[in-house]
C-alpha cells in the first residue's frame, strides 16, 4: 500500500471509530520481491486523508489503541493524516486520539509516530510516545500547506513525550504550520528525547505559535538535548 499499511480512510462524510487494538509491524510500503521500501504517502499502520477540490470531510476517534514497530518510509510511522486543504472553505479532518500508545514507530523523514498537515484538527489526550524516530519530528510533525489560509492545529492533554528522536530537528515535536492555530500543549512530560540538530523535545519553524498551558506546574522538561547539548525548544518561527 502507498498509503496505511493496516487502515486507509478517505471520502465524503466518513465517520471512523476504532478502538481498543493493536497495530504492530504495519510497513508502508514495502517492494515484496526486494524487501526494500519504496516511496509512498505515509501512514505505517492508518492513514487518513481527503482529496483536492471536494468538500469532504472526515471524523475518526482512535481510543484504547497501540501502535508499535510500524514503519513509513516518508511520513507518519503509525499515522499520517492527508490533507491538501489550502481553504477553511474546503474539506476538513478531525482526529481524536485518547488512551493510547505510540512507541518503536519509525518515519524516514517526518514525524516518527505522527504526521499532519493541512486543514486539520488533532486533539489527542492521556497518549504516550516512546522511542519513535524520524528525519524531522520524532513523535509528532505538524505542517500546514504552503499559501493556504486553512486552520491546522493540534491539542493536548496528559501525554508523555520519552526517549523519541529526530536525525535533524525536533526529537519530541517540530512545528511547521503556517497557518491557524498551532498546537496547544497542555499537562505533558518530555524526558530524554534528542535531536541531531535543534529542539532536543520541540523544533517551532513555522508562524503559528506553539502555547505552552502549564497550570500547577504539569509541563514538565527533563534531559531533553540537541546539537547544543541540553535545549528543550527551539524556536526559529516569527
Not at 478517505?10 to 497495530?23: A, C, H, M, P
Not at 493524516?81 to 519509525?106: A, E, K, P
Not at 491546522?152 to 535533524?168: E, K, M, P, Q, R
Amino acid at each position: 500500500y502507498s498509503k496505511g499499511g493496516a487502515v486507509y480512510v478517505t471520502g465524503t462524510g466518513q465517520d471512523s471509530v476504532i478502538e481498543n487494538n493493536t497495530f504492530s509491524g504495519n510497513v508502508v510500503r514495502l517492494d515484496t520481491e526486494t524487501e526494500s521500501l519504496i516511496d509512498s504517502d505515509g501512514g505505517g499502520a492508518i492513514a487518513v486523508q481527503v482529496r483536492s477540490g471536494s468538500a469532504d470531510s472526515v471524523y475518526m476517534k482512535l481510543i484504547g489503541n497501540t501502535f508499535n514497530s510500524n514503519i513509513s518510509n516518508t511520513r507518519g510511522g503509525a499515522l499520517a493524516v492527508l490533507n491538501s486543504s489550502t481553504s477553511t472553505s474546503q474539506r476538513n479532518i478531525t482526529v481524536l486520539i485518547d488512551d493510547s500508545s505510540f512507541y518503536d514507530n519509525t518515519a524516514g523523514t517526518r514525524g516518527g509516530a505522527i504526521f499532519a498537515d493541512g486543514n486539520t484538527i488533532l486533539a489527542i489526550k492521556d497518549t504516550s510516545f516512546v522511542s519513535n524516530k524520524a528525519d524531522k519530528g520524532g513523535a509528532i510533525y505538524n505542517e500546514s500547506i504552503s499559501g493556504g489560509t486553512g486552520t491546522n492545529y493540534i491539542t493536548s492533554t496528559g501525554l508523555t513525550f520519552t526517549d523519541n528522536s529526530a536525525t535533524t530537528d525536533g526529537g519530541a515535536i517540530y512545528n511547521n504550520a503556517t497557518n491557524g492555530a498551532g498546537i496547544y500543549i497542555k499537562d505533558a512530560l518530555f524526558t530524554g528525547n534528542t535531536a541531531g540538530g535543534f529542539g532536543g523535545a520541540i523544533y517551532n519553524e513555522g508562524t503559528a505559535p506553539i502555547y505552552i498551558i502549564s497550570e500547577n506546574s504539569d509541563v514538565i522538561f527533563s534531559n531533553n538535548t540537541d546539537s547544543t547539548g541540553a535545549n528543550d525548544i527551539y524556536n526559529k518561527g516569527t
